[in-house]
């Protein structure tokens, strides 16, 4: 032991300030993946009111990162969500975990540098009131604890 003490402590130990800002940036305009748990395809197939293999077919695309594949919402042409409409998301209420967790996402989380830069293409970041540690640690477990959906 050479008595140095080991720190848990992260940058965002007392909280960051984060409030959307309904900017829609998120959602649309620039191509991206939206992946699905189980769980999501479960929610997302009964908010429609259609079978998981129906909805898989209509709103999915199967993506390759190379050794595995998952599953992603299809977007439109422009590259806005397939669920965008001028009135928002229209699945708002059994929207992915991915979009319910966002921005606390452990990419933008292990170095502050990131979630600085974040603020960049989310001007929620450094905005309103401040998200504590707990509730953003909630975020991040959220999404971990969901099973992927893979091919
Ligand atoms: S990019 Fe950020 S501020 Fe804009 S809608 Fe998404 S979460 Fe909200
Ligand atoms: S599912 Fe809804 S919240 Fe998620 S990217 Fe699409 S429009 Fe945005």
Request: with cysteine.
């Amino acid at each position: 032991m050479n008595g140095r003490k080991m720190s848990n402590n992260k940058f965002y130990e007392n909280g960051l300030q984060f409030e959307c800002q309904r900017c829609s940036a998120c959602c649309r305009h620039d191509p991206g993946y939206v992946f699905l748990t189980k769980k999501d395809l479960e929610t997302l197939a009964a908010e429609k009111s259609m079978s998981e293999d129906t909805f898989l077919n209509k709103y999915c695309r199967i993506i390759d990162l190379g050794g595995f594949k998952r599953i992603s919402l299809v977007e439109k042409s422009n590259y806005d969500c397939i669920f965008w409409s001028e009135d928002g998301c229209e699945v708002y209420k059994a929207r992915p975990v991915q979009c319910r967790t966002y921005p606390f996402w452990i990419s933008y989380l292990e170095e502050e540098t990131e979630w600085k830069e974040l603020a960049s293409s989310c001007p929620g970041v450094g905005k309103g009131p401040i998200v504590s540690k707990e509730e953003i640690e909630k975020r991040i477990a959220e999404r971990q604890d969901e099973q992927m959906l893979t091919v």
